[in-house]
């Protein structure tokens, strides 16, 4: 796939522009120009992965230094919530630096970082940046994903079990509960008779994750799974052991 035809194209200064025309909105001292500038003159020959780091990077240099204030300015540009199960990575792609903004700055803020990983979720995904903070705080955050797990909004719903993935794609493997899965399997237990499609396949995920990583303790929660006859539990059963028997 050409450059110019791929998904990058859209993490370069058109992006700056988008965000700084929203950001203006609540903060109009912000200084668009030279954060325009430096995603114009840094994103040359960068992936998108690296772009969006770049964005989430600039913002800090030119939003408010109180990252409480910073975050604050960010969420409220956020706009309406996506009420569907697509579309976070198209219609709402542009949150993708916040979400970074938050995992690289907002560590040592759990409170507020929670809130801010929750509004994001709503529109394009929490899943990369609850990452850090499982690994630091790890009963405080398994705490926060259990309070998810029982949301009436399917993405936070969604967001408790993708985060908690072993093995989550482009991310860094996430070890903290591989040999004692059971405060994620205590999150998966709420979930695994969800009847959101985008819900069930997560938990699946997360099980075949662990089928990888730790074999016998996932497969004595499929074969505990296996006596419901919830039909999005033997989906999700299905799912999870499509490449991998038990």
């Known amino acids: 796939m050409k450059k110019d035809n791929s998904i990058t194209q859209y993490f370069g200064v ?4 988008l965000l700084s025309e929203k950001i203006l909105t609540v903060a109009p001292d912000f200084d668009y120009k030279s954060y325009i500038k430096a995603i114009n003159k840094k994103a040359i020959n960068l992936g998108y992965t690296q772009r969006i780091e770049l964005h989430a990077n600039e913002l800090h240099n030119f939003l408010p230094e109180d990252y409480e204030a910073s975050v604050s ?11 569907n199960e697509t579309g976070m990575f198209s ?49 405080k955050s398994i705490n926060q994903l259990l309070i998810w797990a029982n949301s009436n909004n399917f993405h936070l719903r969604r967001l408790s079990s993708e985060g908690s993935r072993p093995k989550l794609p482009w991310s860094a493997k996430l070890d903290t509960f591989i040999d004692n899965p059971e405060p994620v399997f205590k999150i998966l237990n709420i979930l695994k008779e969800d009847s959101v499609k985008f819900v069930q396949r997560s938990v699946a995920n997360n099980v075949t994750d662990y089928l990888k990583v730790n074999y016998e303790a996932a497969r004595a929660l499929l074969l505990d799974w296996s006596k419901s006859s919830n039909t999005s539990t033997k ?6 052991t499509r490449k991998i028997s038990i």
């Open 235 to 240: 989906w999700i059963i299905k799912h999870a």
């Open 73 to 83: 300015i960010l969420i409220s540009i956020l706009g309406e919530e996506n009420p």
């Open 14 to 17: 058109n992006l700056a522009e």
């Open 91 to 139: 219609s709402y792609y542009w949150v993708m630096p916040i979400g970074k903004y938050v995992e690289l700055f907002g560590l040592n803020s759990f409170d507020t970082s929670m809130r801010a990983i929750g509004e994001i979720t709503k529109r394009n995904t929490g899943e990369y940046a609850i990452r850090p903070f499982l690994k630091k705080y790890p009963d």
